[in-house]
């Protein structure tokens, strides 16, 4: 668990939280438009769409140490490569690919797929904690990477954040990381083998992939989670400039993306310490609740501490509802087939992301305003909590 929380972190807070801080630089030397440094994230998504099923397959089915060490390898050699990069187009390419593929078997399919392996009666706590990582990494990463950059400028940055995260990444993953507990002779949650014989019926019948694309809960939750992630992202992208543009001085606008970040911990903790006690549905629904009313509220009322209790709302909900999907789908599909099954619904998460980005900046440049953006928002949410009310819970494990 502790390797997957480092390889969650370093994963998502060098291709997420650490993108905007070599924009800058990097647009300056390039004579590059922001547009154009941007097409690396639209980049990045796509390549994931096409990557993730492909990846969960082999996480099912291939060695985790083998996929950790090659997402390892391919988080170093972006870096290596950005670093050389000669124009905005090498870099998207690099980050496209390089990045992508690193971030899919190191992030949420990757870790989430060896914490399901090794827990059951815990797995909720462990998949809350290892999500941790998440909030830790975009706490820690960015702040490394910048002093780097300020001292060597971003080429030497690079370069040096890519030796760091081989160094600290790579030897846990060749010592530690083991495929599944029967490796070791053991059960999850640590417990001992069983006889032989026993456990045989129960092993085959979860190796079985249901046919998805007509199972109806993987749609339910499909649907839920890619609202989710959609709202939380274009809240995180807007969140400061909505707050600027209602009177909010910059540094406290910016006061309320610590906000999302200090709750989204919060709420990966507090998830971790209750996961295994409470009704996974009912954490999702109330993820839904908790980043849909924030919008509403947002659209009508634009006091400062409004935004403060919506971006902890939001924060909150975001560290509930990772974990908690990584925890249901573990409880519908069984840990087997888990890789396979985020690996193809991955997919349709990052395409109501990549959707709603351009949706909510199209609404604003066409209202003057995020309330519409935000209203639209809500009511994917709306439409997304009543198709996922009806979800039934059939125990794989």
Not at 124 to 136: F, H, N, P
Request: aromatic content about 10%; overall charge positive; some cysteine.
């Amino acid at each position: 668990m502790a390797v997957a929380m480092l390889a969650l972190g370093l994963s998502n807070g060098v291709s997420s939280y650490s993108y905007g801080l070599l924009v800058l630089p990097m647009s300056a030397e390039f004579g590059a438009s922001r547009m154009e440094m941007m097409w690396g994230l639209t980049a990045g998504s796509l390549a994931t769409v096409l990557i993730s099923p492909l990846a969960g397959t082999l996480m099912d089915k291939r060695s985790a140490r083998l996929m950790f060490s090659i997402g390892a390898a391919f988080l170093g050699s972006a870096l290596v490569l950005i670093s050389l990069s000669r124009n905005v187009w090498e870099f998207v390419l690099v980050f496209g690919f390089f990045m992508s593929v690193a971030g899919t078997l190191l992030g949420p399919l990757g870790a989430n797929t060896l914490v399901a392996r090794w827990f059951s009666r815990r797995r909720g706590r462990a998949l809350g904690l290892a999500a941790v990582g998440t909030s830790l990494g975009g706490l820690i990463v960015p702040l490394l990477l910048q002093a780097l950059i300020e001292a060597h400028g971003w080429r030497v940055a690079c370069l040096w954040m890519a030796g760091i995260l081989m160094l600290v990444l790579l030897p846990p993953i060749v010592l530690v990381v083991r495929n599944r507990p029967g490796d070791m002779g053991l059960q999850p949650d640590g417990l001992p083998a069983p006889a032989p014989g026993q456990g045989t019926a129960a092993f085959s019948a979860a190796t079985e992939l249901p046919k998805l694309m007509a199972h109806s809960p993987f749609w339910r939750i499909a649907l839920a989670v890619g609202a989710l992630m959609a709202a939380f992202t274009a809240v995180l992208a807007n969140l400061v400039p909505f707050a600027i543009g209602h009177g909010v001085a910059g540094q406290q606008a910016a006061f309320l993306i610590s906000a999302i970040s200090v709750a989204g911990i919060s709420g990966k903790l507090l998830f971790s310490v209750f996961a295994d006690r409470i009704n996974l549905k009912a954490a999702i629904l109330g993820a839904l609740f908790m980043v849909g009313l924030p919008l509403l509220v947002l659209a009508q009322f634009h006091g400062y501490w409004v935004m403060v209790l919506a971006a902890v709302s939001v924060g909150l909900a975001s560290g509930a509802f990772l974990p908690a999907w990584g925890a249901l789908l573990a409880r519908i599909y069984g840990p087997l087939v888990f890789g396979r099954v985020m690996g193809r619904m991955q997919p349709v998460t990052i395409i109501m992301v990549m959707l709603a980005m351009p949706m909510t900046g199209y609404l604003f440049d066409q209202t003057g305003s995020y309330s519409t953006a935000f209203l639209v928002l809500a009511a994917i949410l709306t439409l997304a909590f009543v198709v996922f009310l009806p979800l039934r819970i059939e125990d794989k494990v």
